[in-house]
């Protein structure tokens, strides 16, 4: 299968930070393991008695170090496996990360990680660049655990209705470019993304048999159009214009801003995290929102309040701007946000659970702040954390978070929580 990538101008280079090898498990198969073990680290005298591997619900993982950290990292931030024998004698999912690749029918879709710290950045090369590792990748997937990923179904829109996996990419150029308006502030070009969503949720895309009744190809490109420019007229210009979220809809965001928010392991594990009535008694925090956050993530200060995530940030500059618009417009064209990549769940939905992220990520932006980060070091943090968790955190998969996703949706909470987190102390004024 080919890899294709996106229109979005992203770069990314390894630093050599380090920071995955100290905030992940990385699984690796049986084969990867007696290529691991065969590089004789059990006489290594700085590895030479340590347990190098571990195993979680069936599954073998790299060990990690009492502070966290992956075993095979040295004290200079790089990697002893790759180091000594090559970056090919690392596991698959080392090698791959951050990219991603996103099964689309007959090609993948070039993806990436913005918890990256060089991904957030925009530091290195342009992505085009690592199309041909990216292939590597691809070969190595599809003999592997992706096989069988080429010609697979696209995901259903809602329930039963379907387009092929050409007009999905129409759906998503027309996102990505409502994200790119530059005339808008980002908050805005989120919540006309969502007037399209709840629009479209209405429409009939089935002719009932009447093949020039059938919205696809050409009529699918207008019908978007016309809704892209509608939305310019029937979304309000300003935040300040939408009424502040209810009762409901803070409260369910709280229980979905609690799990996007914490890490389960690695140097960055929270403290708040370290028992079950630890656990317990943070998901009781959340859900009054009063008081001190529960430090479910490391990077949080003990002093920030929830009455903290309620003071706008000052105007985004540009550098916050253009991050959130390349994360995003990064997950709409990769087509991440929705199918296996992001729970099974359908386009419509997924749309509106990356949207979520936005308040997500500014909520969490105005804890940092709180806590003395600049606004743009705040809101590349908040960026960071919650796209750590989105797709990959196993609980934003349950069937509790997905109904909580439909109750902000259903209940028109959505373009009220873009709005309200999104707003600034300039907008406020």
Known sequence: ????????????????????????????TDAERARIEAQGWANDPELKGQ????????????????????????PDKLCRIHAAHGSLAKPLACRVYPILLVPAGDHWNLGLRFECPS????????????????????????????KGAEGA?????????????????????????????????FERRWRRVLFL??????????????????????????????????????VPDEATELKPPGWTGRTVFRQLAAVYARKDHGTERGPALGNPFARLWSAVRFASGRGRVPRVHAALSDAVRFADTERPLPELSEASEDLLERWHRVK????????????????????ESLALTFPIAMWLARLFAAGGMSPDAAVARGARIADDNFGFNPLLGSA??????????????????????????????
């Open 1 to 28: 299968m080919q890899v294709r990538s996106l229109t979005v101008l992203q770069n990314w280079d390894c630093h050599s930070c380090g920071e995955c090898c100290r905030s992940y498990r990385v699984p690796v």
């Open 51 to 74: 347990t190098l591997f571990e195993r979680r619900k069936g599954e073998t993982y790299l060990a990690h170090k009492p502070d966290g950290a992956c075993v095979f990292l040295g």
């Open 119 to 146: 991904a957030a950045s925009n530091k290195g090369t342009s992505l085009t660049s690592h199309l041909g590792t990216a292939r590597e990748f691809a070969a190595a997937l599809e003999a592997g655990p992706a």
């Open 153 to 185: 179904a696209p995901p259903p829109l809602q329930g039963k209705q379907f387009l092929p996996w050409s007009d999905l990419a129409r759906i998503a150029t027309a996102v990505s470019k409502l994200l790119a308006d530059l005339t808008d502030p």
């Open 197 to 234: 969503v709840s629009t479209l949720r209405k429409a009939k895309f089935d002719g009932g048999g009447d093949q020039k009744k059938t919205v696809t190809g050409g009529r699918l490109s207008e019908m978007l159009h016309v809704l892209s420019e509608a939305s310019e007229d029937e």
């Open 332 to 351: 709409v064209e990769s087509l991440q946000f929705c199918g296996p990549t992001n729970f099974g769940l359908p386009v419509w939905a997924g749309l």
């Open 400 to 429: 509790r978070q997905k109904f909580a996703l439909r109750m902000l949706s259903t209940r028109g909470e959505l373009p009220r929580l873009v709005a309200w987190y999104g707003r600034t102390t300039a907008a406020a004024e």
